[in-house]
T-cell receptor, first 114, second 114 residues
C-alpha cells in the first residue's frame, strides 16, 4: 500500500542550528514529492517539489531536500534555523497514475529554542 | 494575484445539520482539491474536481459531496453532521490538475460540531 512516513512527530532545535526532517515513502512508481509548511491557523505553503532530474532541490526560505531513490527518502534540510521556522512540516507524495490526490505524512512539529 | 480563498473561515454546527463550504481557486486554476485535517488522522484527501467533473475521490462516506462551477469555484457539502466531522477543511487549486503541478492551499475552514 502507498504510504508516507514522517518518523519524527516533534523536533526541537536551537536557533542557528541545522535541521533535517525525515520523510520516507512507499510507492510503486516514481512519485512526485513535495514539502509543505503550515503555521498555526493557516493553510499549507509549498516549500519545494521534486518531479525528476537533479535529486537535490532548492526551495523557498532557504530549505532544500534530497531525493534518494535507494532509500525511498526525501529529507528536508536547512543549514541554519530561524525562530520563524517554527511550524508544522508535511511531506506529501503524488503519483502520475493516482490523479491528483496527494498523500500526506502525519507531519513534524518543529520547535525552535533561543 | 489573489490566492485560494475559502469561506467561511470558521463555522459551528450541531449534529445532524448540513453544511456547505466554499472555495475560490487562484485565477486561471481549473483543478480544485479538498482535504480534511484532524489531529488524529492528519491530512486526508476528500475529492478533486477538474472542469466541473469529479476526477478523484478519497475514502469518505457519501455524506461528503462536492461540486465545481464553470468559473472553477468549488463547494463542498457535508450532510447529517457527526461529531467526528469537526476538522479543518482545506481547499487547494492547481493550474491544470496534472499530478506533477503543485497545489496551492487556502487557509481553510474550521468546522466545529457541537
Amino acid at each position: 500500500a502507498q504510504s508516507v512516513t514522517q518518523p519524527d512527530i516533534h523536533i526541537t532545535v536551537s536557533e542557528g542550528a541545522s535541521l533535517e526532517l525525515r520523510c520516507n515513502y512507499s510507492y510503486g512508481a516514481t512519485p512526485y514529492l513535495f514539502w509543505y509548511v503550515q503555521s498555526p491557523g493557516q493553510g499549507l505553503q509549498l516549500l519545494l517539489k521534486y518531479f525528476s532530474g537533479d535529486t537535490l532541490v532548492q526551495g523557498i526560505k532557504g530549505f532544500e531536500a534530497e531525493f534518494k531513490r535507494s532509500q525511498s527518502s526525501f529529507n528536508l534540510r536547512k543549514p541554519s534555523v530561524h525562530w520563524s521556522d517554527a511550524a508544522e512540516y508535511f511531506c506529501a507524495v503524488g503519483e502520475a497514475n493516482s490523479g491528483y490526490a496527494l498523500n500526506f505524512g502525519k507531519g513534524t512539529s518543529l520547535l525552535v529554542t533561543p | 494575484k489573489a490566492g485560494v480563498t475559502q469561506t467561511p473561515r470558521y463555522l459551528i454546527k450541531t449534529r445532524g445539520q448540513q453544511v456547505t463550504l466554499s472555495c475560490s481557486p487562484i485565477s486561471g486554476h481549473r483543478s480544485v482539491s479538498w482535504y480534511q485535517q484532524t489531529p488524529g488522522q492528519g491530512l486526508q484527501f476528500l475529492f478533486e474536481y477538474f472542469s466541473e467533473t469529479q476526477r478523484n475521490k478519497g475514502n469518505f462516506p457519501g455524506r461528503f459531496s462536492g461540486r465545481q462551477f464553470s468559473n472553477s469555484r468549488s463547494e463542498m457539502n457535508v450532510s447529517t453532521l457527526e461529531l467526528g466531522d469537526s476538522a479543518l477543511y482545506l481547499c487547494a487549486s492547481s493550474l491544470s490538475g496534472v499530478s506533477n503541478q503543485p497545489q496551492h492551499f487556502g487557509d481553510g475552514t474550521r468546522l466545529s460540531i457541537l
